[in-house]
């Protein structure tokens, strides 16, 4: 394929990895903010569509990659492991049956009862798109030593080792928690609603006005009580925004906005972390790694295979017991010198074989 295009590809990648880190803030960040429902419905199907588009690059990717007999260098070195979590995963269990349902019904309270309630533990996956930032770090070069290879890609590796466990262990969690039944809000939601449904059972009806989580309860499809008329619900509620619940005649709607809420804001608080760590691997470890690595060995490099190179490491006080600094220590104190004696032999030898003497005067007679 023509550089030039490929260039312009690429940059089209760049521009869609930005585009869904701000789509995945702004998903939640609605949610926060108690956006209409219209409004975060458009902002989630933005991120169904990248997701297809991640989805397409990554097989097309793997495609290429496989017709080249590099699927191994492609997964592993180039990190196609990052392009498949931030994919297909993502596209399958979370924002495309999420798409299907916005799409094709799951409307407001009342349209399509308990739709897709096993995405709440498939939605802890979305946090995986927050690794395409680590490919932002090598395209836009923000590694210190960018002359060292060693250096971009041990900090890109250890940069993709930090989050990626920081991500599994808040995916595990999010499984444990929802199968153990740990204390949560949810939780708490579900204990709401079992008094709630246990009140109309005993007959006390009245007290729905005092469970503030109640939406509707109907009998028989009859509407017996509405926290809200059909307007509000229609502008303000998606199908993730309440539970439906039966028993018996009785079926029984549930406002799930707060803790969508809770949920929400979680999902920020890890967004800023993972992005906070990325910067701190980028902007503070990555200078540490060039300063005590990559630089030293770059010299001594340099001093062994050029003539005229002959810089001393510089030796920071706080790492001199440092093996690599050791080594550096021997290297300007044992190899510099001998290094300048040779040179300045082999100059005299130099010399010495230019000056013309009286008998060389004489052998021309």
Known sequence: MNKKITDILENVVIAAILLVLIQTFLEDLAVLLGF?????????????????FFTVEFITRLVSASKKGMVREYIFLEKGWIDFMASIPLLVFNSGPIAAAILFGGGAVGSTAGILNILKVIKAVRIARVLRLLRVLK?????????????????????????????????????????????????YNKEVMTDVIYAYSEGNSDSAEY??????????????????????????????????????????????????????RDNLV????????????????SPHFAITISDPV???????????????VKIPADFK?????????????????????????????????????????????
């Open 270 to 285: 890890y967004f800023i972390l993972i992005v906070g760590l990325v910067v701190a691997y980028t902007l503070f470890y």
């Open 298 to 312: 770059h010299v001594m490099r340099r001093g062994l295979s050029e003539k005229s190179y002959n810089f001393e």
């Open 139 to 187: 395209i836009f070069k923000q590694i210190k030593n960018a002359e060292s290879e060693m250096a971009q890609r041990h900090v890109s590796k250890i940069a993709a080792m930090g989050v990626s466990v920081f991500v599994f262990i808040l995916f595990i969690t999010s499984i444990i928690s929802q199968i153990t039944g740990l204390p949560s809000a949810e939780n």
């Open 211 to 264: 469970f503030r989580t109640l939406l509707i309860v109907k009998e028989n499809n009859q509407t017996l009580f509405s926290r809200y008329g059909n307007d509000f619900y229609s502008a303000n509620f998606g199908f993730n925004d309440y539970t439906f619940a039966e028993y018996g005649n009785y079926q029984f709607f549930f406002d799930n906005r707060q803790l969508e809420k809770i949920q929400s």
């Open 36 to 52: 209409t429902w219209a409004v975060r419905s458009s902002i989630i199907l933005a991120g169904f569509f990248f997701d297809l």
């Open 321 to 365: 017991d440092d093996d690599i600094f050791r080594l550096a220590s021997e290297y300007n104190k044992v190899f510099l010198p001998m290094k300048d004696r040779s040179h300045a032999e082999e100059s005299s030898i130099d010399a010495d074989s230019l000056e013309l003497k009286m008998d060389d005067i004489k052998n021309l007679f």
